[in-house]
């Protein structure tokens, strides 16, 4: 069975790193999109940042460009997310995502999602 377990989330504080992991397991992603996503308290999920396939093109939301960077290890069939100068608008739950069965990389339609890790920024 398919699934992205998500890890490396805490706490830290405003201008911090944290480093994302997203593993799969169940099959092989390096010829599919994956991405990750955010939802805050009281908001709606949205897009950090994808991946078209491994060596492919990637993009980020304008709110995390320059600070965040997303990468794949296909050995470990694993997506990370690398977070520096975190803001406390950084603060939710990220998911990772994997399949793109829309048309929009920056949209929702993976089929896949992980069950999300939290990362908090405190001022």
């Known amino acids: 069975q398919v699934q992205l377990v998500e890890s490396g989330g805490g706490s830290v504080q405003a201008g911090g790193s944290l480093r994302l992991s997203c593993a799969a397991s169940g099959r092989t992603f390096s010829r599919d999109a994956m991405g990750w996503f955010r939802q805050a308290p009281g908001k709606e999920r949205e897009f950090v940042a994808t991946n078209t396939w491994s060596g492919g093109s990637t993009y980020y939301a304008d709110s995390v460009k320059g600070r965040f960077t997303v990468s794949r290890d296909n050995a470990k069939n694993t997506l990370y997310l690398q977070m520096n100068s975190l803001k406390p608008d950084d603060t939710a739950v990220y998911y990772c995502?994997?399949?793109?069965?829309?048309?929009?990389?920056?949209?929702?339609?993976?089929?896949?999602w992980g069950q999300g890790t939290q990362v908090t920024v405190s001022s």
């Open positions: 995502a994997a399949e793109l069965r829309g048309t929009s990389y920056y949209s929702g339609s993976y089929r896949y």
